[in-house]
Every structure is written in structure tokens, then in C-alpha cells.
Nanobody, 123 residues
Framework: RSSCRRLGGGVVQAGGSLRLTCTDS????????MNWFRQAPGKEREFVAV????????NYGDSVQGRFTMSRDNAKNSVYLQMNNLKPDDMAIYYC????????????????WGNGTQVTVSS
């Protein structure tokens, strides 16, 4: 359902910044909370951030708190993940996902997933 259009993703040096964009082609985008997850090779999929349908509530995973900022623009059916002070441990495939349950963090509760985008951080 969601297409994760990679704008600004790619390769960056440690300490640098990247901005990811996820655009949903569905008509009911504004009724869903949206999440970002990431998965590094050999690791479990990890919760990164979640934003409410209105954008008024945002929660972050402990490992990205204070460095990453999630936002959304319902008029553009898009969510964003601004990633600052990137570390090698941030290197992973990043996924956006939609859920109708609200501010949940578990991957099993997601209704739709976007295609992943690779973020590479060089040390």
C-alpha cells in the first residue's frame, strides 16, 4: 500500500544527517498513525518512531531519541524522518508502516508496510 520513496537516503559519514520520506498512495493516509522501523543485518526489526494521525503525538525509540525527528504532512500523504548525528549503529534498512491502532511500537500491529530504503553510515 505504502511506497517509501527514498529522498535523501543513502550513504553518509558518521555525524552527518539524512532525511527520509515515505509517501503513501492510499486515500485514507490521514486516518493512520505512521511508524518508522529499521532492520540491520542479522538483527530484529527495531522500532524507530511513531506519529499520531494528526501529528500531535510522537514517540521515539531510545536509541534515536534526541537525534531523529519524525513529522508528517497529511496534505502530501507523506511522513518524514530527519536523522541527525548519525552513527554506524544507525546503518540499516529503514521501513515506514501504517497502523490504525495508534501510538503502538510493535511491528506485528502494523497494517501496511512500505518498501525499505538503505541507510549506510561510514565511520
Amino acid at each position: 500500500r505504502s511506497s517509501c520513496r527514498r529522498l535523501g537516503g543513502g550513504v553518509v559519514q558518521a555525524g552527518g544527517s539524512l532525511r527520509l520520506t515515505c509517501t503513501d498512495s492510499g486515500r485514507t493516509f490521514s486516518s493512520y498513525s505512521m511508524n518508522w522501523f529499521r532492520q540491520a543485518p542479522g538483527k530484529e526489526r527495531e522500532f524507530v518512531a511513531v506519529i499520531s494521525w494528526s501529528g500531535s503525538s510522537i514517540n521515539y525509540g531510545d536509541s534515536v531519541q534526541g537525534r531523529f525527528t519524525m513529522s508528517r504532512d497529511n496534505a502530501k500523504n507523506s511522513v518524514y524522518l530527519q536523522m541527525n548525528n548519525l552513527k554506524p549503529d544507525d546503518m540499516a534498512i529503514y521501513y515506514c508502516a501504517a497502523n490504525h491502532r495508534g501510538m503502538v511500537k510493535e511491528a506485528k500491529y502494523m497494517d501496511y508496510w512500505g518498501n525499505g530504503t538503505q541507510v549506510t553510515v561510514s565511520s
